[in-house]
Every structure is written in C-alpha cells, then in structure tokens.
C-alpha cells in the first residue's frame, strides 16, 4: 500500500527536502505551499526521479483552502496519512519594534496553520488506524533575540505537538517535533541579507560554535523526518527532537 503523505511550505529548503525524501520512501506526495511555482517545480523534480507528486497552491491559515487542498490530495492521491506541518515565515524584531501584524503573521502561519492542517488531516489516519504528524519547531523555541513572535509559535507547536500525541495516539497515529538548528536555507540567507552579513562569513561563524563544527542542511531534517514517517517509529510520540548539532536544553 502507498502511503500518502501532505507537507506544507514544501516549496523549497526544508519542505522540498522532506517530501522528495518522502517520494524517495516510496509516498506519494502532496506539496502545498503559496509558492506555486517553486511547489509545481519541486514536484516536477520529484516526478523526473521517478516519484509520484502533486503541487498544491494554499494560504495554510485559510480553513476552506486547508479543506480544500486536503480534498484534492485526497481524490488524486489517495487518503492522507503522514502530514508534514513545516509551513513558516519571518517576521523578526525586537520586541518594542515588533508591530502586531508581525506579531500575528507569525503566529497565524506556524500555529494556525499546524491547527488547521493537522485538524482537516486527522480524520483520515483515525479512520486508517494509522497515522503521522509531524511539526517542524526550532532551537529558537528555547529563545532567540528578536524573535519573540518566532519563538512563541515555535514553542506553542511543541505543545500542540504533545497534545496531538495523547489525543490521536488511541488511533495508532503518532505526533513528534523536529527542532533544527541553523540550516543552511533560503530563509537563513534571507537573513544574511536583512542583516548586512556575507551568508558564508555569517554560517562560518555559526559552524564555529556548533559542536559538529557545520551547520545544518534540509537533508539533516528529512533524515530525522523519514524516520518519524516510519512504521520503526511507531513508539516514538509526543517528542521534541533538537536537530542542532550538539544539545540544546
């Protein structure tokens, strides 16, 4: 049987990582994002690789685009029972810059998002009596300058993710966290950019206080993904598992 699995904001980086390696474990894969194109071209990729893919344009904060998306994955695909939460964006300032529209972009995507997806998701894996829920969180959960809209959303999902856990883990469907580090990305180097610094000097300087002495690439986190995806997972629920390097308490 061909699972199915949906991966939000899997345009590029992190998202395009985990569905081509999702594709590669043999799923069929819905990529939804905003991003049309980069989703439709991530699933070209996918396709010429041999996989089974299909691009899905959606705002995750909408609960009628959500039913949606989720509907049309459903009908060319096949239910879906492995959903991806990695939808995110950024918003970052100190706390006396921050406007309340940053302040609720933040967490309308990360946390309204995951809600809305997981929520249209569950359904599927409760009628399957098998399931996955995976969120993507971050080392910033534990707190970053100038990101307090950032981290809040990124804790609140460690949170939901636990509780997702307890509720749908009668049904056979497991919830975990992936918390990366810094990876090597499109949106750290639109940071670069934000804040005036070279990208290579900027992730030298971060490699140099990473006990691996590197930072993080999207595969990093479609390796942990795959597995928590994985029937070998299946008494592996309501965790949060830090992919930073070194520790991170």
Known sequence: MTRVAIVSGAARGIGAAIASRFAADG????????????????????????????????????????????????????????????????????IFKMTLEDWDAVMNVHLRGAFLMTRAVQAHMVEAKWGRVISLSSISALGNRGQVNYSAAKAGLQGFTKTVAIELGPFGVTANAIAPGFIASDM??????????????????????????????????????????????????????????????
């Open 188 to 249: 750290t180097r639109a940071t670069a950019e934000r804040m005036g610094v070279d990208f290579e000097e900027f992730t030298a300087a971060v490699a140099k206080e990473t006990p691996v002495r590197r930072v993080g690439v999207p595969e990093d986190i479609s390796n942990v993904a795959s597995f928590l995806a994985s029937d070998e997972a299946s008494f592996v629920s309501g965790q949060v598992l830090y992919v930073a390097g070194g520790p991170s308490v």
């Open 27 to 94: 799923m069929a894969v819905a990529l939804v994002d905003l991003d049309a194109a980069g989703a439709s071209a991530t699933a070209d990729a996918i396709a010429q690789a041999g996989g089974r893919a299909l691009a899905l344009e959606a705002d995750v904060t909408d609960e009628a685009q959500v039913s949606d998306v989720v509907a049309r994955a459903t009908a060319e695909l096949g239910a879906p029972t492995v959903l991806v939460n990695n939808a995110g964006i950024l918003r970052d300032n100190l």
